[in-house]
């Protein structure tokens, strides 16, 4: 894992404040540099688990708003799954970044990056692309609700779920057979502090 | 072993515990998480559910999530194959299902907030 100095200091507390159920849990100072960090693996699903319960600690502290963190936490854990079950090498990665302008505006960016099969790429590019061109993020997600209930293997519901649960934007990057998937949304003023 | 035991569910991540509500409701309460392991289990129980709510349907189901720490797309399928049977099902064979939730745990909100939105016919939410 790497961060800043104010990274590995909470990545020490959280634990502890996980296991009292997010309750009395310490507000960690944010760094001018932002609140990031990132982890490059080797896919397994066990680590999804761990990485969502991390980061739904890390970022409930760091922004004092449960809301957003459960939003990033819920993000990180469908792209970072979908990284892991349809990764072609033993290498993964993804980086979580929450950044504050002048404005006190928050901006979260979770990227995940994995090599994967011309298949898979094939899936996800056709899934981001109707989703860039539904203008309605919860009448897409509904529509791939309707499909999910008539499959017969998987779900297809992880990146609408980010966009319309999350409510983040999606974007991709397809180099090769790296595929790069990027989240991003803006936190209003006042819902960090 | 109770006559609901075989909705019951034990994953090493998430535990479902089947029970009688009013007469005829049966309350399924979820505790632990929902994620990609627990799918099969999952599923085997909506199918009990459904063979079970054919033969003598319930007059409501709650699914109890208040204890649940977090649910994966791949588990929130297993509940909208559920919903759309039931949702697309004649009028006599349906029934309500009833989403409790931790108003604390902002997922649950939006997730339960989606599958009614997919299911409105047969969804309620209370928290």
Redesign the interface.
Known sequence: MRGNADDMLTSVAAPRDSERGGRDSVSIPFSAHGARFEIEFAPHLGLVTQVRQFVSTFYVQCLGDPEASSRIAVAAHELLENAVKYASHDHARIRILVERDQDGVHTVTIETRNHAAGENLRAVREALDELARGSDAMKSYLQMLERSARRTSGSGLGLGRVRAEADMTLSYEIRRDELTIRAQARLEPGAAK | MTELSNLDVDTE?LCVRASRVDVDGIQLALTG?A???AYEALMTLVRRLQARAHAQRPSEVVVDLRELE?M???C??TF??W???LRDADAVARYPVRFVFDP????QR??VG?LK??APSVVIVAD
């Open positions: 991540a998480s994620e990609t392991p977090f994966n797309s791949t929130i399928k909208v194959t919903l759309s049977e604390s745990k902002p997922w939006r997730t989606a939105s997919f």
